[in-house]
């Protein structure tokens, strides 16, 4: 699966997380609930959805894994619940401090994307990819939040069950965009990638930013259920100013880059252009 196609599928998620939480946010009546209370359940039903969502596309679309979707989903989510509620409580104390406005409500999307993709910690435990997330997360929330206040705007007049469905199409747009910059930042910002010219996952395309794992466990980085490939097999890591290849000491296998055979324990530096053979896979290094 190639790079666009992995954006798209995570802006859907979003989008459908989005969807959810209005559902789920919108089924409660808050209209009697003190403003920091409500402000602290709507930010963290939201967060919650959204987290899941985007968190568990990868796993149901690009490893097509179900169970890897729920376990990254759940922690996806968990993270999503305390960046929304926090999110949305620092948000509102700017609202307040604004005085309202469109400012401060489109800062809040922004901080609430950015917190979401910092929750990407949880899923991953890779600090530098949390901050490249969180980065998109940011742009995401800013771009879906000033096309939901536009749309607030443009349709201000209309009655309050209008507003109820322009409220659940803005959260959907703020999913979207929530979704699709996260991993486009990862991509935009990734100091090299690889591409699977052979084998089960031929055409997957995965960004490295410091490291990345290879093998046929679906929590690596890299998944390839390929015959001869190891449940970890592999890591490429950032070495100075380049990538090595590490083949990890405990397997029963060997790597080949070119011509060269790496036995279990042994590394090789890695040359943009060069090609992998892990098992019944072929890959491609390309460095930035």
């Known amino acids: 699966m190639n790079k666009a196609l992995q954006v798209y599928y995570s802006a859907l998620f979003g989008a459908l997380g989005g969807l959810v939480g209005w559902w789920t946010v919108g089924s409660v009546a808050t209209q009697t609930w003190g403003v920091w209370v409500a402000a602290l359940f709507v930010g963290s039903g939201l967060g919650a959805t959204l987290g899941a969502l985007v968190a568990a596309a990868d796993g149901a679309m690009v490893k097509r894994k179900p169970a890897r979707a729920l376990r990254d989903g759940l922690l996806g989510g968990l993270a999503g619940l305390f960046a929304g509620a926090l999110g949305m409580l620092v948000a509102q104390v700017v609202f307040l401090a604004l005085q309202g406005g469109w400012e401060g409500r489109t800062l809040s999307w922004m901080l609430l994307g950015g917190l979401i993709g910092a929750g990407d910690l949880l899923v991953s435990r890779r600090l530098q990819r949390a901050l490249y997330a969180a980065v998109g997360g940011l742009a995401g929330g800013l771009v879906g939040g000033l096309l939901y206040e536009g749309l607030t705007q443009l349709f201000f007049a209309t009655s309050g069950a209008a507003q109820v469905w322009i409220g659940g199409l803005g959260l959907v747009i703020v999913g979207t965009c929530i979704g699709a910059l996260i991993p486009l930042a990862r991509q935009v910002f990734a100091r090299a990638e690889l591409r699977v ?12 930013t410091d490291t990345a794992t290879i093998g046929r466990y679906d929590g690596n980085d890299l ?12 890591v490429v890591r950032r070495v100075g100013a380049g990538f090595e290849l590490a083949v990890l000491p405990a397997i029963d296998g060997t790597a080949q880059v070119g011509e060269q055979s790496l036995g279990p324990g042994t590394t090789h530096p890695l040359q943009s252009g060069d090609r992998i053979r892990i098992g019944g896979a072929e890959l491609e290094f390309v460095g930035r």
């Open 197 to 208: 010219l052979r084998g089960e996952q031929t055409g997957l395309v995965r960004e490295v």
């Open 223 to 234: 998944y390839l259920p390929d015959a001869g490939v190891a449940w970890r097999h592999a």
